[in-house]
């Protein structure tokens, strides 16, 4: 396999626990990786190879003029890296709409598909993950979209996942046909009648709500990109509230901090399985190579899983069933 | 003070757990309280007075045609009450949208306000609850609308958690001015440009996100009624969720029930304030009267509690409150 292209520099962590998170996939389980950024910042690489980028797009910075400007930074470097064949895949934790601009302007969009779209796994307790998309790379979509976010959705929830047929709804505020504001209306009468569930194997069912999310009544969740945005970080806004307000639960005398004490190994399977460290990050889907966006808080762990899924999803060949599916539709 | 009106025959539950939530209220809190209803059906109520109605809607019926149709529901008649002057308010765990129809038509509408929403509070571990609207009143909006709805939701944060100058912040997918899609940024523009903020008495704090609902970053969030319904209920299922795993997580073996038992005191605490049933439903904020909608599963709790905010909304003149606020606009 070619080796997976990482953004040394993006991240509230960079370059530290970037180049700490490739080191792991590359000697703990053995996936080729190439750093990109500044050689003289990254440290101790351990041999790792590195591909030189002197520019650094800030976390805060316009996405598409900074990506026109900036053709030696390391964002636009790693997607021309996987546009040249020089690289299977690109990961990064920096600036998520530059790294989207960087995909879509050096890998293109695979034909067929009008937008690429963010999918992003929402843990599910005791079950199978929930696709989530788009999940804010349009904050503005055409009800047209919907139906190849669905088509997306269901070939990486059968790829990353391995469900052969997944249950596929539309996000909206009530389960029957006639819920929700007009675009999402539109939305349900072009996924309900199209023949986009057959061609992709997948079972459509319908409207779903947000407390669906987090179960197994639904393996991917359509949605534009504003609603998804929203629904993902009110997710992450409840994990983190839930979770702080169960540690001030243990913390409440001497007799529970022992209880949690022992409760500590069933907690932290807890914390893991739920924490999107563990996930791997986002992809984008739609663009003609794997293009994982990372947190921009992501830690080592987070950055290694990053690269694990990344590698699955080329080894997988993610970008071909993609292709493929939407060719039917 | 003149009795709240409970729709006894409306919720999953009805008639016996809104009966003895009703007596309750009675009872325990010495809130005057007219049950509505079929009187034959209501078993034991104590001496409380009875409003008699022959019709219940049901919990899916359509919401217009029935509450046209079915004068003599329970819902129709609790609404004609409050209009009527022989009851101070009503509460409802019955058909949402039946509720929200019977009480604009029978109370009518605040003048200065176009489109009435529904108030819900998020709790917020530690801190002061969240109020989010509309949470699905209107799941089609006017940028105008949302204006309405800052106004009232800061009537609503000062007189129901007593916050003297609330934050008011704008949902969106980003803090800076121009994230989110067409209509927000429409919003956003109406929001940051009008004189309601300094006239209600409200810090307008701009955008916020999803991740900051839980948090005591912002008081009142404001959105239109498909966003708000989507993250009320994906908030709903992110508790959930993480409530199963936690008792899974306390459920290995028997070195980790009994920690469980140690902690049965916080966690209850903890369950009891994240708990819908505890935050006493939702209001339908600018009709001419004080109207909360409780969840379709209310226990007895449930609605006493609703019974009681229904009587401190009455006492503290929420409905003058808002038409005073819509006026200065």
Not at 252 to 278: F, I
């Amino acid at each position: 396999m070619l080796p997976i292209a990482v953004d040394a520099m993006g991240g509230d962590n960079a370059p530290c626990e970037i180049v700490a998170g490739a080191k792991r996939a590359a000697l703990d389980l053995g996936i080729p990786v190439v750093l990109v950024g500044r050689s003289a910042e990254l440290g101790d690489t351990e041999n790792l190879a590195v591909i030189e980028a002197s520019e650094v797009i800030a976390m805060d910075a316009d996405p598409g003029s900074s990506v026109r400007r900036m053709r030696d930074s390391s964002l636009v470097r790693a997607a021309t890296a996987v546009r040249d064949g020089s690289a299977s895949a690109m990961v990064s934790a920096g600036n998520t709409g530059a790294t989207m601009a960087s995909a879509l302007l050096r890998m293109g969009r695979i034909r067929g598909i009008n937008r690429p779209a963010i999918a992003i796994p929402v843990p599910v307790p005791g079950g199978t993950h929930t696709t989530l998309l788009d999940a804010g790379a349009n904050a503005e979509c055409r009800p047209e979209w919907l139906v190849e976010f669905a088509q997306m959705g269901c070939v990486y929830a059968r790829d990353r996942f391995r469900i052969d047929r997944p249950k596929v709804g539309l996000l909206s505020i009530g389960e029957e046909a006639g819920k929700g504001n007009k675009f999402v209306k539109d939305c349900f009468e072009r996924l309900n009648e199209s023949a986009w569930a057959e061609s992709s194997g997948a079972e459509w069912i319908g409207n779903v709500e947000g407390r669906d999310v987090m179960t197994d009544h639904v393996d991917v969740v359509v949605t534009d990109g504003f609603t998804g945005n929203v629904t993902l970080k009110t997710l992450e806004g409840a994990m983190s509230a839930l979770l702080g307000r169960l540690l001030a639960a243990i913390d409440t005398d001497d007799r529970t901090r022992r209880a949690g004490e022992m409760l500590a190994g069933p907690l932290d399977a807890m914390v893991a399985e739920l924490h999107p460290d563990s996930t791997g990050g986002a992809l984008l889907l739609g663009v003609k190579g794997v293009c994982v966006i990372s947190h921009g808080s992501s830690s080592a762990d987070a950055i290694a899983n990053a690269i694990r899924i990344a590698a699955e999803m080329v080894n997988v060949n993610m970008v071909e069933h993609l292709s493929a599916a939407v060719r039917k539709k």
